[in-house]
């Protein structure tokens, strides 16, 4: 945590060093800066930025295992959004990305406030909710899948001892996507509570002391003073959740593999069945740029919002 | 760092009492998935249908791991993981390091941009760039390689991002004066940088290394024989055609074996990654 202080003074003393130094040294210090640099470079241009570039290119060509390129225009795009699946798989993925951001958000916070309190215990309960992180996602799939089943599954056994009917979870169209929500909730919860726990324990305990003295209760203290501190954390809790609701793949691969009847088929695997099993790689780029774009739209929508509140 | 903290809520008898019964059933909801998947694995077959579910086995057996090990190539896919994970954190550490050393600290034409473009594809959805990796790699024969599901992942930006972080709160004077000793810049890097920011390289090899054992899409994409293939697309195939017929306790067997890396490696580095994840420098 002190770390974090002196932060904004080594950047200052970055800038302060700059001045101070001549022409000869600061380019000796250009050669230093981009010999450091140059091996992560070299991979982030191979691996990571000609690669994005290229799938907007090979969006707009025929693209077949075999056979030349060939450009032509905005095709795949046509036919990406004239094919049923596609828009299937678009609104299936926005019913995800529906079904998660609000209790991933909201449940983040909460646990992170739970958690951020001085009681015994509270290491122990962050350590068995931040386990699930370390599960990958064949193993979710595996064991979730048989949580969720009608007639084994402890999910059910436990609903019928309060009263509810079992509920053919991954086998009912109507419920597979909950089903799906509710398993990524449990998987992937912790990373924003443990954003937010951090961002909680930079707030001073001053702050909460003086407004308690002034009489504010623990809703004030909470809508005045932690929600607007927050909001940095906020920002990025909820652009990272909604990213990651709209690129959602493993668990629905594994455990419906995009039934029944399409109910779970999301885009990327859209992009997947595309390019790696029927090998149109235009139409899958395509499908890829499309992702791109709507991320961007959130993004972009959700900062927007953020700024307005 | 939790010692500062005063009882927020839990000031008086009733919220101490409401915070300790959302502890238990917080606990409840996400700790009994896992342990039902460790009990599972140790259960006799007659056991594994038991109504009601019953958490502790009368007969406690480990055949469902000499089933699993015997019928499945585990040993290969926990080998290629194993190898996966160590090359792709150690070669991210390294590269993710030197970048940021002079991202965090040295001033030099380029710099806003170069930062620029590198944490924009935070904003990336990785699935864009399959297309185009795989096509690139099939070209030079290199799909179903090592290499390939090593070298690409070591592009990620997010080491970079957070080793800036924590390089930039080292003092200035720490390095002018190992300058001046004539210790160079590598010098500083190496004997003063990276010992002084334990923490952060933690947690990047924790990120880095979990991200890799559990990478699902692009292995599956870029492997097609057990010679490379990892254990999240091998425990894939277990449940997909074949493994229809799969014993439950096999499958949790299989979870077990496949989580315990992770978890060990995640419980020994817990306490350099919370402190880690502090200074990412998302704050209120």
Not at chain 1, 219 to 228: A, D, E, G, K
Not at chain 1, 287 to 297: D, Q, S
Not at chain 2, 204 to 211: D, E, K, L, M
């Amino acid at each position: 945590m002190t770390s974090l202080a002196s932060q904004p003074a080594g950047r200052s003393g970055a800038r302060r060093a700059s001045v101070q130094e001549g022409g000869a040294v600061r380019s000796g210090m250009t050669l230093a800066a981009y010999l450091f640099l140059s091996p992560y470079l070299a991979l982030f241009i191979a691996f990571m930025l000609l690669p994005t570039l290229a799938a907007v290119g090979i969006s707009f060509m025929r693209w077949d295992i075999l056979g030349t390129p060939e450009f032509i225009g905005l095709d795949n795009y046509r036919q990406i959004f004239a094919d049923p699946l596609f828009l299937t798989a678009i609104r299936n993925t926005f019913y995800f990305v529906f079904l998660t951001a609000i209790p991933m958000v909201v449940l983040g916070l909460a646990l992170a406030m739970l958690l951020d309190q001085k009681l015994k215990g509270t290491a122990f309960v962050r350590t068995v909710v931040f386990l699930p992180y370390v599960v990958m996602v064949s193993t979710v799939g595996i064991l979730w899948g048989w949580l969720f089943d009608k007639g084994t599954g402890l999910v059910n056994y436990y609903l019928t001892t309060i009263g509810i009917e079992p509920i053919a979870w991954l086998k009912d169209p109507h419920w597979s996507m909950p089903a799906l929500a509710i398993t990524t909730i449990w998987w992937t919860v912790n990373t924003n509570m443990i954003i937010f726990l951090a961002a909680l324990q930079d707030i001073s305990e001053e702050l909460h002391d003086a407004a308690t003295l002034d009489g504010a209760g623990p809703w004030q203290r909470f809508v005045y003073i932690t929600l607007p501190l927050l909001r940095p954390a906020m920002a990025l809790v909820t652009a990272l959740t909604i990213i990651n609701g709209w690129r959602v793949f493993g668990q629905a691969y594994v455990m419906t593999q995009g039934g029944p009847e399409a109910s779970t088929f999301v885009i990327v695997q859209y992009i997947y069945l595309t390019a790696f099993q029927n090998f149109e790689m235009g139409p899958a780029a395509a499908a890829g740029v499309v992702l791109l774009l709507i991320t961007l739209v959130f993004s972009l929508a959700q900062m927007k919002l953020m700024k307005a509140i | 760092m939790q010692d500062q903290r005063s009882n927020r809520a839990g000031k008086s008898l009733g919220g101490r009492t409401l915070a300790y019964v959302l502890m238990i059933v917080v606990t409840a909801l996400w700790g009994a998935p896992i342990l039902w998947m460790l009990v599972t694995s140790i259960k006799p077959e007659s056991e594994i249908y038991a109504y009601p579910p019953a958490w502790i086995p009368d007969a406690p057996t480990l055949e469902a791991y000499g089933a699993l090990f015997q019928r499945f190539p585990m040993l290969t896919w926990f080998r290629n993981s194993a190898v996966v994970g160590i090359l792709t954190t150690v070669l991210t550490l390294a590269v993710d390091a030197l970048a940021a050393y002079p991202l965090a600290r040295m001033q030099f034409p380029g710099r806003r941009v170069i930062m620029g473009v590198i944490f924009a594809t935070f904003l990336l959805p990785y699935e864009l760039l399959f297309v185009p990796l795989f096509l690139g790699l099939n070209s030079y024969g290199l799909v179903d390689s090592v290499f390939s599901l090593t070298v690409p992942a070591s592009a990620n930006a997010f080491g970079v991002f957070l080793l800036t972080q924590f390089f930039q709160a080292v003092p200035r004077e720490l390095e002018d004066a190992a300058i001046m000793d004539g210790c160079g810049r590598f010098g500083f890097f190496w004997r003063i940088l990276l010992p002084l920011t334990k923490p952060g390289l933690a947690t990047v090899a924790i990120f880095t290394f979990v991200a890799s054992w559990n990478n699902f899409f692009w292995p599956l994409i870029a492997t097609n024989s057990d010679e490379t293939r990892t254990l999240p697309v091998g425990l894939a195939t277990l449940v997909g055609g074949a493994g229809m017929s799969m014993k439950q306790s096999v499958l949790m067997a299989s979870a077990v074996v496949a989580t315990l890396p992770t978890a060990i490696f995640f419980l020994a580095l817990q306490r350099h990654f919370v402190r880690g994840i502090a200074a990412t420098g998302i704050k209120g």
